[in-house]
C-alpha cells in the first residue's frame, strides 16, 4: 500500500453523535458518510482534551497535554507553557515530515507553536484586505481586537464580538477554495495538509439552505426556553455570547437547526475537497484522516452551545480513515484515542517515530489482528473546569481535581457533582451519577486516573531535564 500524502481534515466542535455514520437521524453528512463506507471508521474514538489548543496539540504531536505541556486554551495558555512545549523538543507530525522532504500545509489561523514545520500555513482570509487588516491587528496587539471590530468590517459590540473577531471569515467554502489551491498547486510533491474547519463551532451560521433543511420539527416551542438557559448562566459576559448565539432561533431545537446545518455544509465542502483530490489524480495515494478537536454540548447537561464539560457528546469524536489501500466499510470498536494518529500515520509513511510517542499506531485494529489495544482513555478539561475522565470498558468515571476546579468559570456553577460514575451501556446519555451504588468501579477507576496522570508527570518532567540537557549541549554549555 502507498501512501503518498497526507490530509488531516479537523472540523472543529463537532460530535460523533451528530453524523450520519455514528447513527443520527437527520441526513447531515453524505460525503462524511461516503469516506466511512469506503475506509475505517473507530466507533470509540476521544479527544485528548475538550478545547482546541491543548486537543490539536496531543492530535499532532501523539503526546497527552500533560506530557507536551500544553493544557490551557487560547489566551490563557502562557508562555511557560509554550517554553515548556518548546523545551521538551516535542516534534508535530508537520516537523517529522518536513525534516523528510514533505511540502507541509495547513489552512489554520491558530497560529502560534501550531503552525510549527509548516511551508505554508494560511488562514483562509489571507491574501485580501481582509486578510491585510488581520495581520496587522494581529501584530498590533493591544488594540487588535478594536481594530478587528473597526477596520474588518466586523460590527460587533462586546466580548462575544472579540471572541468571533478571533475568527472572521473562516467559512467552509473559502477554507475549501484555499485548500484547493494547495493541492492543485502541489505539482507531485508529496504533501500532508491540514485543513482545519470552523463553521460547527459556536455561534453556527451556516448558509441559510443548509440550516433549513436541517429544521425537522423546529420552532414549536417544546423545547427548552432561552430566558430559562440565560437564568443558568453566571458570567454576564458569557450569557451575552450565548445570547449572541440564540439571537434569531424559536427555540433549542432551531439552534440544533442551525448546528446540523453548519455540519452539512462543512460535509458539502469536504465532499468538493474531496473532488479536488480525485480531479488532480491524488485521491488513490491519499491518506485522509478526518476526525474534530472536540465535540459539542448542545444542551445537554445543563451546557448550552459549548464545549466545557467531559461528558460523551464534548469528549467522543469522529475519527475516520480513508485510502485506497485500506479495508472498506470497516468499523473498529476498540477504544482509540487522538494521539494515535502520529503513530498510525508514521506507520502507514514507514517513517520512524523522532522521540518516544504516547500513543500507538491503529493498524494492528485496522487489520483485525487486534480488537483493542488500550483498556481505557483518558481526557483533561483545564480550560473552564479542572476536571480529568478515564472510559474503562462501559464505565466512565468524572472527578474534579478540588472543589475551585469543580465550578465553571463561564456558568458560575458546578455541572455534575464532584465524582462521577456512569456506565454508558446502560445510560449513554450519562444522567445517573451511580457512584454511590459502585463504590468498588468508582475505586478501581479513581486509582487508575491517578495512576496514569502521575506516571505521565513523571516521565513528562524527565523529558523535560532531558530536553534542556540536549539543549544546552547543542549551545555548547555542557
Ligand atoms: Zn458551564
Known amino acids: 500500500m502507498e501512501v503518498r500524502n497526507v490530509v488531516i481534515i479537523v472540523v472543529d466542535a463537532l460530535r460523533a453523535r451528530n453524523l450520519g455514520c455514528y447513527g443520527y437521524s437527520k441526513n447531515t453528512s453524505p460525503n462524511i458518510d461516503s469516506l466511512a463506507r469506503e475506509g475505517v471508521l473507530f466507533e470509540q474514538a476521544y479527544c485528548c482534551s475538550n478545547c482546541t ?12 497535554p500533560i506530557s507536551s505541556g500544553i493544557v490551557n486554551h487560547g489566551a490563557r495558555v502562557t508562555e511557560e507553557e509554550i517554553q515548556e512545549f518548546h523545551g521538551k523538543r516535542i516534534a508535530l507530525l508537520s516537523e517529522m515530515l518536513q525534516s523528510r522532504g514533505f511540502s507541509t500545509l495547513a489552512v489554520d489561523w491558530l497560529g502560534r507553536w501550531h503552525g510549527r514545520g509548516y511551508t505554508c500555513y494560511c488562514a483562509p482570509w489571507d491574501g485580501g484586505t481582509r486578510g491585510f487588516l488581520w495581520r496587522t491587528a494581529r501584530r498590533l496587539s493591544r488594540v487588535r481586537l478594536r481594530m478587528l471590530q473597526q477596520l474588518s468590517g466586523l460590527v460587533v459590540p462586546g466580548w462575544w464580538g472579540r471572541e468571533l473577531g478571533k475568527f472572521p471569515d473562516a467559512d467552509a467554502r473559502k477554507v475549501c477554495d484555499r485548500a484547493v489551491e494547495l493541492i492543485s498547486a502541489s505539482g507531485g510533491r508529496r504533501f500532508l495538509l491540514l485543513v482545519h474547519f470552523w463553521d460547527t463551532h459556536s455561534r453556527y451560521n451556516p448558509p441559510r439552505r443548509f440550516a433549513e433543511a436541517m429544521k425537522v420539527g423546529c420552532g414549536q416551542g417544546r423545547s427548552q426556553r432561552f430566558d430559562e438557559i440565560l437564568g443558568q448562566i453566571g458570567d454576564p459576559k458569557w450569557r451575552d455570547y450565548i445570547r449572541y448565539c440564540v439571537k434569531g432561533a424559536a427555540d433549542v431545537d432551531d439552534v440544533i437547526a442551525r448546528y446540523d446545518g453548519a455540519i452539512a455544509y462543512v460535509d458539502h465542502e469536504i465532499g468538493r475537497l474531496v473532488d479536488a483530490l480525485r480531479q488532480n489524480g491524488l485521491l488513490e495515494k491519499t491518506l485522509i484522516v478526518l476526525t474534530s478537536d472536540h465535540g459539542e454540548s448542545l444542551a445537554d447537561h445543563g451546557i448550552y452551545f459549548t464545549h466545557h464539560g467531559l461528558y460523551e457528546e464534548t469528549i467522543h469524536v469522529p475519527l475516520i480513515l ?22 498510525t500515520v508514521l506507520d502507514l509513511l514507514k517513517v520512524e517515530a523522532e522521540s518516544a510517542l504516547d500513543g500507538e499506531s491503529l493498524l494492528p485494529l485496522i487489520s483485525g489482528k487486534v480488537e483493542g489495544f488500550r483498556s481505557a482513555v483518558y481526557v483533561e478539561e483545564f480550560h473552564t473546569e479542572r476536571k480529568r475522565t478515564i472510559r474503562a470498558g462501559s464505565y466512565k468515571y468524572i472527578h474534579a481535581l478540588s472543589p475551585e476546579g469543580a465550578v465553571c468559570r463561564y456558568c458560575r456553577r458546578v ?25 468498588e468501579v468508582a475505586s478501581e477507576l479513581r486509582e487508575r486516573l491517578s495512576e496514569w496522570a502521575m506516571h505521565l508527570q513523571k516521565k513528562s518532567a524527565r523529558g523535560s531535564v532531558e530536553g534542556r540537557i540536549r539543549e544546552l549541549k547543542s549551545m555548547g554549555r555542557v
Do not use: F, W
Not at 53 to 64: E, H, I, Q, R, V
Open 415 to 439: 455541572h455534575g457533582d464532584m465524582e462521577e460514575l456512569y456506565d454508558l451501556r446502560q445510560d449513554p446519555l450519562e444522567t445517573t451519577n451511580i457512584i454511590a451504588a459502585k463504590p
Open 322 to 343: 480513508s485510502h485506497a489501500g485500506l479495508p472498506g466499510n470497516r468499523r473498529v470498536r476498540g477504544l482509540v484515542q487522538h494521539i494515535d494518529i502520529v503513530p
Open 53 to 64: 489548543d491543548p486537543s490539536l496539540t496531543a492530535m499532532l504531536s501523539g503526546k497527552y
